[in-house]
């Protein structure tokens, strides 16, 4: 493959509020970012090939078969159309099946929309989850995802021994990076003591260590080599990407490391031709939906010690201007989680990054390559993608 795969180049991206939207639809977010992103690649729905779609359960939307019915909204009447859906991995999903499209010569351009709307699914997402699990095992426990997650950072922190205080430092530090965020939801100057002084859903996790409910829409337009160097001269090209599907039985896992991420990150670096991660990689945007999984996946990406990100947190490591800037857009605990749009929003936001673009975001150094990441449905999901300039 490696030998026949043509270079692949994001050349715009589109982004819009994530906030909680009663009067929108779908469709109408979906256009809101797939015109943003045309727009900013100089391009028009005329020029565009085929078109991507990602977006998470139906029932989120509240419509059936909602690839199909965000089809027109996204730019792909009368074009080949793909809809990607891995749960909340399907915004990096959906760059890694676009890439697909490109790179293997079937098409030269391809824009890639993932939207979510949240605030449909009555009365509330969780009510959707409830469904998704084992019909034996699991279900008749009346699981969600609150109490697995509080199970799995329970098990992370009794592992490494993590303290809360540092958990809840994610929250702090990503909140106050989406006070420079223009589309952020949930934007704050908060302390740890504000952090652990809110609401516990379930010990240990407290309403300050979760992300929204968010409506949102991301979308990326990826080129050719020979159409991006026509269109721009910063074009970002798409250097490595990966994916692991691990069990979807969360309990036959060791909760404590996500070697899921692990896999997927290891088949982007090899493509990508990265051997020391922790050094070629100077911008991150790991998937952060709790604040624990900030760390967790840092860590399955490779990019800290096992057990050893919570520390390099505390240490400045990750902040905007640290040695390793992680989530400097404010990610998803900062921005809002609109499931797929959430994960392609991380993808904008690399993109931002090394063009220079990313404005009171943009970290420090010149970044040359970066990293998104994406994980979901049944916990079990890692998607991977290394951008370059």
């Given at each position: ?59 989120f ?36 099946h ?127 080599e ?18 692991c ?26 493509m ?9 990689i ?27 990100a ?64 994406a ?5 079990q ?9």
């Amino acid at each position: 493959m490696r030998r026949i795969r043509r270079k692949v180049a994001v050349v715009g991206a589109g982004l819009t509020l994530f906030m909680r939207r009663a009067l929108e639809t779908g469709k109408e977010l979906s256009y809101y970012a797939a015109s943003q992103a045309l727009e900013s690649a100089g391009l028009r729905l005329r020029d565009i090939e085929a078109v991507v779609v990602s977006s998470g359960p139906d029932a989120f939307d509240g419509v059936h078969m909602k690839g199909e019915w965000l089809s027109d909204g996204a730019g792909g009447y009368c074009k080949p159309i793909m809809r990607s859906y891995v749960g909340g991995g399907s915004g990096v999903f959906s760059i890694i099946h676009g890439w697909y499209m490109v790179a293997s010569g079937m098409f030269d351009t391809v824009l890639v929309v993932a939207e979510e709307k949240m605030s449909s699914c009555q009365p509330h997402p969780q009510g959707a989850f409830l469904t998704i699990f084992d019909h034996t095992l699991e279900r008749p426990l009346g699981p969600n995802l609150l109490w697995i997650f509080a199970l799995e950072q329970s098990r992370y922190m009794h592992t490494y021994g993590i303290s809360n205080e540092e958990i809840a430092l994610v929250s702090v530090k990503n909140k106050r990076n989406a006070l420079n965020h223009p589309c952020a939801q949930v934007a704050a100057e908060l302390t740890v003591q504000d952090v652990l002084s809110s609401e516990v859903v379930a010990w240990p996790v407290h309403r300050l260590m979760v992300s929204p409910v968010s409506d949102g829409a991301a979308a990326i337009v990826l080129a050719s080599e020979h159409v991006a160097k026509r269109i721009t001269d910063k074009p970002v090209w798409v250097e490595g990407v990966g994916w692991c599907l691990d069990t979807s039985y969360w309990g036959n896992r060791d909760l404590a490391y996500p070697r899921y991420v692990e896999y997927a990150a290891r088949m982007a670096y090899e493509m990508a031709g990265i051997r020391e991660p922790r050094k070629e990689i100077h911008v991150v945007e790991p998937y952060d939906p709790f604040a624990y999984k900030e760390l967790h996946h840092l860590e399955g990406l490779l990019l800290a010690e096992r057990g050893k990100a919570a520390e390099d947190l505390v240490n400045g490591r990750f902040d905007r201007d640290g040695e390793l800037p992680s989530c400097p857009s404010g990610g998803l605990m900062g921005v809002g989680n609109p499931i797929a749009a959430a994960g392609l929003m991380k993808v904008c936001e690399i993109f931002w990054q090394l063009r220079g673009e990313a404005g009171k975001r943009q970290v420090p150094g010149n970044p040359k390559k970066g990293l998104a990441q994406a994980w979901g449905d049944l916990m079990q999901i890692g998607t991977v993608v290394v951008l370059g300039r």
